[in-house]
């Protein structure tokens, strides 16, 4: 076997990849820290705050949940949400991605993974989840989305923000 054959059959082997597996956590009446993030932090949810409203609205018509405190940015957002079924959080994130992209016209190149899937480039493929195990957790997490407008710049005084409920 040429060394060529062995670098080749290396390099195929590398290539095929398997996705992380995650593993989330589901616990009954338990809240969730939950951040989602746009495609290359694209600064688009601010300007099309109206389109992400109603992405929500439609949301909430097929899941139960509340939002107990939520953060919006141009590029991202922070949420605290308690899920009625705890097993639906996931697909509330889902819900909320998915009528958002739906309606929101995206000229950018996107990769070719996304284009198999008929995804726009308009979110990151995942999010971040934390299980919120007590109050003083829950208040780490507030806390942490109050400053966010601070800490990015966009106002001097966290209370200026009004894309914020907390």
Same mark, same amino acid.
């Not at 290396?10 to 993030?37: C, E, Q």
């Not at 949810?45 to 097929?62: A, C, P, T, V, W």
């Not at 996107?110 to 999010?127: D, E, F, I, T």
């Given at each position: 076997? /040429?060394?060529?054959?062995? !670098? =080749?059959?290396?390099?195929?082997? /590398? ?21 989602? %993030?746009?495609?290359?932090? =694209? ?7 109206? !389109? ?5 609205? +439609? ?15 141009? $590029? ?14 996931? @697909? ?12 929101? =016209? %995206? ?10 899937? @008929? ?5 990151? @493929? ?9 109050? @003083? $957790? ?9 400053? =966010? ?12 923000? +009004?894309?914020?409920?907390?």
């Amino acid at each position: 076997m /040429s060394i060529c054959h062995i !670098l =080749n059959n290396n390099l195929k082997s /590398s290539l095929h990849f398997k996705m992380a597996k995650y593993k989330r956590l589901f616990l009954d009446g338990h809240s969730y820290y939950l951040t989602m %993030v746009t495609h290359r932090r =694209n600064p688009i949810l601010i300007d099309n705050i109206e !389109l992400l409203r109603n992405s929500f609205r +439609e949301s909430k018509r097929f899941y139960g949940y509340s939002i107990d405190a939520i953060v919006i940015l141009p $590029d991202h957002i922070h949420m605290i949400i308690t899920p009625k079924n705890v097993m639906d959080y996931p @697909k509330i994130i889902k819900s909320i991605k998915y009528n958002f992209s739906r309606h929101f =016209n %995206v000229e950018e190149e996107q990769s070719l993974s996304r284009h198999n899937r @008929k995804l726009k480039p308009v979110w990151q @493929k995942r999010y971040y989840e934390h299980t919120i195990r007590d109050e @003083k $957790d829950y208040i780490r997490c507030v806390e942490y989305m109050r400053d =966010n407008p601070l800490k990015h710049g966009y106002v001097k005084n966290e209370e200026e923000w +009004e894309y914020m409920s907390t």
